[in-house]
């Protein structure tokens, strides 16, 4: 689960982080007061906005109402801002970037900084980020502290600081089953002061039972995601192009092995799980249609569920709908002649092994 900005500084601050005051409105006019110097900020779940223009200055109430009203309701990157944070503007000598994640190649929580915050992690030359992983049984040591002050090359007051926060940072990182928390930018302020500028916390989605603070909030899903999910199908979205249907998780995992295998890019990925209801497999499909891959690969293993049934659902869709993509199945199992029949009719592409469809898919998912 992904905290917005506000309730990402309130995390901060609850474990010692300095924060700027500030409150999140969802209309201009419910701000009844706000700093002389203020900052107006776009409450969506991702960065760049100050880029994307939803990072405003205001001097007082009024100007703040202004920028509130101006920024509300803007779309960043696909998300519709429904409220602002309004906010104390730090004045910034120097922006710095910390971060703990989890590392799951290491297994180990990853502490990241760097004397040039303010722009995005990923932008920034590997030499000007400094790493140390954590071990977890036994925690942030002094030495890896004294590091990461030399690393930075920061002044004796200014390291104090720095080291102080990265300490109640990763203390927040544990006690908040967190998966990220960010600061970027870390601001230094001219009389020397660190505050934090900005707040990016993901929470564990597996925790948030532990965390009934966060409103029992719900795990982050996309808006196909969603749809899915008051549908009952069993549906994630990812960045390849190659859309694939298999039924049950091992078999939905061995089809994104194998694609991976024979370089394809598995990307949204559907189970159906053991349905025996053509309505669901009709539904299933659409929604991957609608995920826009480039390719769609059906493995399906008729154990409980019936083959004949699976391609009767998408052979219906691709009747009615249409597809404008190719489809590769493979289908085995209860009933599979008579499902490769009705695929067939549908104008599929039929192959015998995962490892033949997977190719297949591959291959024709180059350079689409
Ligand atoms: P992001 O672009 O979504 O990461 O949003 P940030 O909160 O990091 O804001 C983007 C940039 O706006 C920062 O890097 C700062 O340069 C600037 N900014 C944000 N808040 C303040 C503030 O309180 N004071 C000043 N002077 N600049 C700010
Ligand atoms: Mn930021």
Redesign the pocket.
């Known amino acids: 689960m992904k905290l917005m900005e506000d309730r990402g500084r309130e995390l901060l601050a609850r474990h010692g982080v300095p924060v700027?005051a500030g409150r999140a409105v969802s209309s201009p006019e419910e701000l009844s007061d706000a700093p002389e110097r203020a900052?107006v900020?776009a409450l969506v779940p991702v960065?760049?906005?100050?880029?994307a223009g939803g990072?405003k200055f205001a001097d007082g109430l009024e100007e703040a109402r202004r920028r509130a009203s101006e920024i509300l309701g803007m779309e960043i990157k696909g998300y519709r801002v429904r409220s602002v944070l309004v906010?104390e503007?730090?004045?910034?000598a120097r922006?710095l970037y910390l971060s703990v994640m989890v590392d799951r190649e290491a297994g180990m929580p990853l502490l990241m900084a760097s004397s040039e915050g303010?722009m995005e992690i990923e932008s920034l030359p590997e030499e000007k980020i400094f790493r140390a992983h954590i071990n977890p049984l036994i925690g942030l040591q002094p030495f890896q502290l004294r590091d990461l002050a030399l690393a930075l090359r920061l002044e004796r007051g200014l390291a104090s600081q720095v080291t102080d926060v990265a300490k109640k940072l990763y203390a927040a990182f544990r006690a908040e089953d967190a998966e990220l928390l960010e600061i970027?930018?870390l601001a230094v302020t001219p009389d020397g002061r660190l505050v934090a500028?900005?707040a990016k916390a993901i929470i564990d989605d597996d925790s948030i039972f532990r965390h009934p603070e966060h409103g029992g909030g719900e795990p982050d899903l996309t808006p196909l995601e969603r749809e899915a999910r008051e549908k009952g199908i069993s549906f994630v979205q990812l960045d390849g192009n190659i859309g694939v249907i298999a039924n049950g998780a091992g078999l939905t995992m061995a089809t994104l092995d194998a694609l991976m295998l024979h370089g394809g890019r598995g990307g949204t990925f559907l189970d159906l799980g053991g349905t025996d209801d053509p309505e669901k497999v009709k539904q299933a499909f659409r929604i991957l249609k609608k995920a826009g891959p480039s390719v769609i690969l059906m493995n399906i293993f008729g154990g409980i569920t019936r083959c004949d049934t699976v391609a009767q659902g998408v052979n219906d869709v691709i009747k009615s709908e249409g597809v404008d993509v190719p489809v590769v199945a493979r289908i085995k199992g209860w009933y599979e002649e008579r499902a490769r029949d009705i695929l067939r009719e549908a104008g599929l592409l039929a192959a015998t092994t995962m490892d033949e469809a997977a190719m297949k898919a591959t291959e024709l998912s180059r350079g689409r």
Not at 47 to 51: I, M, P, Q
Not at 89 to 92: A, G, L
């Open positions: 700027p900052v900020k960065g760049g906005r100050g880029k990072v906010a503007r730090i004045e910034i922006e303010g970027n930018p500028g900005d």
